[in-house]
């Protein structure tokens, strides 16, 4: 038994340090605009049954594993800047399409853009990300002025995306996401609301966030203890021998 509480406890402080990490991830982007919050999923290993002198059948589990990090898309408010060149959508689903410098495609909430000489013109790119934005069919947009008339403009041109499947979006290190076969191909939708002159915040609960943290370290140092009073009578049993 000492081996299995070992084992059980040892897997316990694995994926709740897995459970710390992502929740740090989103205290630490609880400023990042457009940033959906992650949440670990857990789900139990496998049960066994154990030799009993009673007639009730006992199971002993051994532990429980990260099954899945699950995206909250549930839309974070809408900050009113005053600066044309941000937009927010004002829809739980919907992003801007990114054409990456290295030929990615990825889609973002984050809608703080800026102008980027190109040539004579002026080319419209994203702020935080190496790559321009698009259009609803997915050409780059272009300015032959940054005069603040011409920026107004935009609101007709910019992207505004969708898919069928929000869970089935595939999260990128940088906090994008991009299309997959459970997520479906993105297609353009003109019916999403846009704003220009707004950015949406984070949808991280930072007080919710530190709550979790707690309830997580405590399981963490609940299963590290365990690990050690595993090992001193593991010790014990073959001192014994």
Known sequence: ?????????????????????????????????????????????LYTNVDSTTEENVTVGHGARLAKMDTVFTKGVLKQTDRSLDFAIDDENGFFRINMANGDTVYTRNGNFELRE??????????ALNGYVTDSNGNAITLSNSTDEDIKTLYNTVGVFAFRNLDGLS??????????????????DSTLNLKQGYLEASNVDYAE???????????????SRIVT????LEDTINNLR
Do not use: P
């Not at 190109?118 to 702020?127: H, Q, R, T």
């Open 229 to 232: 009073i595993s090992d001193e």
């Open 209 to 223: 966030q530190i709550t979790e943290v707690i309830k997580v370290q405590r399981a963490f140092q609940m299963n």
């Open 118 to 127: 190109y040539g004579d013109s002026f080319l419209l790119v994203s702020g």
């Open 1 to 45: 038994m000492a081996k299995i509480s070992f084992h059980t406890a040892t897997t316990g402080v694995i994926e709740h340090q897995k459970a710390l990490d992502a929740l740090a991830n989103n205290i630490a982007n609880v400023n990042t605009y457009g940033y959906k919050a992650g949440q670990a999923s857990f789900q139990d290993l």
């Open 171 to 188: 999260l990128n290190d940088d906090g994008t996401f991009s299309e997959s076969v459970a997520s479906g191909n993105a297609y353009a």
